[in-house]
């Protein structure tokens, strides 16, 4: 970078080269004069790779360093992966956040579990309305995605006009709100965009998505003839699918009955935000637990097996009002994301050993994703015409093939970024510069801390190999004042109770050994004794890995 003209960067750090905690920043001006942008804000669900830990979010240490540059937070749409860490992350950096009213509600829900709706700057914007952030230019433009008000932004800027696509796909007969404009869209591309930066989540399908409509019909067909109970999970902030099993109920002469404190509080927020007027009358729990098996239809959380979510508390008889019995039936209304297949396969067989007929994607067409196939993708390109492309939200293997498919459709430029990559878009970009600071953050109950913290990553160690506490109490004289005290964690022992002795002895065997100037020393007498601990219960089972190993020395007066 020069130091004196003016440049227009591209630094993701998160939602390139993984599906979830999308953020992205968009910087204009001279070297690191740079004034920022960012959009989107969102989480992600850890895996078993971080044990203890619900949620990861971006580490925002490069843009909280720069505070006083970041112009503003603007959120293309209300689902979690986007908006979800705005009450953890934006503490840090106390800049205004830029929402449609969908998600300004959801938004304002959020901040006030956190204590923070007084401090926050909520700047509400219609549909399709622009505001100006310093150099940037910013019109929200309505597409269709499988959540209320979904946005791209067409961010002008003076070095080139960008289209920012967020969550998309192509709805031809979307049942909550319009369809994408193609006049609006082909103008957008006659205006000249210098780069589209896209989401690559499902490039692998080479159709069109589908449409809600669609599935409607099928499911309404599908469940006509249903004797038992029916229950349908979906994603909560999928309030179109919510509307559509409602419907659902209706035609089949059941009543509806929500259930998740989620998916209630999404209903609510669209009917604030004036959807869903036509709503049917919804029974409570108690109510429908009471009522004739073939008369009910539930709506549940729990799409993907989460243990505390709805659909599991009442597989596993959690639920005081509802329960599964045989001849029921229970439709997962929802794509598995990578991951989950293990804790909903337990689900699946729960059900199925209650005597319920489990009916998934894979089953019958009661699913259709959010985002765009490729023939969509490619529908996109035709109208925006950019001279790059940068492929986003996805994995490695997603943003590289929408990168191919781009080339295949004459798109002379791309550049396939990962999170922390700062790239040059103007002038002569695509260029990556550098590698910026980035990671994850992890919440642990109300701390948040890296992802990579001595304590999450200790936990996972004890997780796959346990761990071990030695105790010693010594006498003024270096004597042990007491036989070791040894507390197994997770470590198998043989049907002799064999480990414990095993380790005493190599422990004592070591201790007689020691010179008087480790035995003083607390910390030297600490790793001494790790040592062999360690060594000695990792032989005893004959493992590859030893356990945590942790000593304690205690040293009376007198």
């Not at 044990?51 to 540059?69: A, H, N, T, V, Y």
């Not at 109770?497 to 380790?503: K, L, T």
């Amino acid at each position: 970078m020069t130091e004196d003209r003016d440049e227009l960067h591209f630094l993701p750090l998160g939602g390139s080269g993984e599906i979830g905690m999308n953020l992205n920043l968009f910087g204009y001006g001279p070297n690191d004069r740079q004034q920022w942008i960012m959009v989107d804000c969102g989480i992600s669900f850890a895996d078993i790779y971080y044990p203890g830990i619900d949620l990861l979010m971006p580490d925002i240490g490069f843009i909280e360093d720069r505070k006083d540059q970041l112009l503003g937070m603007i959120i293309t749409h209300a689902h979690e992966d986007h908006v979800g860490a705005v009450a953890h992350l934006w503490p840090y950096l106390r800049c205004p956040v830029y929402v449609t009213p969908f998600t300004a509600i959801l938004l304002r829900s959020k901040l006030e579990e956190k204590g923070l709706l007084d401090q926050v700057e909520i700047r509400e914007i219609p549909l399709g309305g622009s505001f100006e952030l310093g150099p940037f230019e910013v019109d929200y433009v309505s597409l269709t995605h499988s959540i209320l008000e979904p946005n791209a932004l067409k961010i002008k800027t003076p070095l080139g006009n960008l289209f920012h696509t967020g969550d998309w796909k192509l709805d031809p007969d979307p049942l909550i709100g319009d369809a994408v404009d193609a006049t609006e869209m082909g103008n957008i591309g006659d205006e000249g965009v210098l780069a589209l930066i896209c989401d690559s989540t499902n490039v692998f399908n080479v159709q069109s998505t589908g449409s809600e409509k669609t599935v409607r019909d099928n499911m309404i067909q599908l469940l006509s003839d249903k004797k038992g109970k029916v229950f349908c999970t979906t994603f909560a902030s999928n309030v179109v699918r919510v509307e559509t099993l409602a419907r659902v109920a209706q035609s089949s002469g059941r009543h509806l009955c929500m259930v998740g404190a989620s998916l209630k509080r999404n209903v609510s927020a669209a009917r604030a935000a004036g959807y869903l007027k036509d709503f049917p009358p919804v029974v409570d729990e108690e109510e429908a637990g009471h009522l004739p098996p073939d008369k009910v239809l539930f709506v549940c959380t729990g799409c993907q097996g989460e243990a505390r979510a709805a659909m599991m508390r009442i597989a596993q008889d959690n639920n005081r009002n509802i329960s599964i019995s045989r001849g029921d039936t229970v439709v997962f209304s929802s794509k598995i994301i990578p991951g989950n297949e293990l804790p909903l396969g337990r689900l699946h067989n729960h059900l199925v050993d209650k005597g319920a007929e489990v009916i998934t994607e894979k089953d019958a067409f009661v699913h259709v994703s959010g985002h765009p196939g490729q023939k969509e993708l490619c529908q996109m390109y035709r109208w925006i015409r950019p001279e790059i492309l940068v492929p986003v939200h996805g994995e490695l293997r997603h943003m590289t093939r929408q990168a191919e498919l781009g080339r295949e459709h004459g798109i002379r430029k791309g550049i396939v970024p990962r999170n922390g990559h700062r790239i040059r878009l103007a002038p002569d970009g695509p260029e990556l510069i550098r590698e910026e600071e980035h990671g994850y953050l992890a919440l642990d109950g109300q701390f948040l801390v890296s992802a990579e913290d001595e304590a999450i990553v200790t936990r996972r160690r004890i997780m796959y190999n346990g761990g071990l506490v030695v105790t010693l109490v010594l006498k003024p004289d270096f004597d042990l004042a007491c036989s070791p005290e040894i507390t197994l964690l997770g470590i198998v022992d043989d049907d002799e109770g064999g480990v414990i002795p095993y380790i005493k002895q190599h422990i004592l065997d070591r201790y007689d050994r020691l010179p008087n100037r480790i035995l003083r020393d607390d910390n030297a007498l600490k790793e001494e004794i790790r040592i062999v601990a360690r060594r000695s219960s990792k032989a005893f089972g004959n493992r590859e890995t030893g356990p945590v190993t942790i000593v304690n020395i205690l040293r009376p007066n007198g």
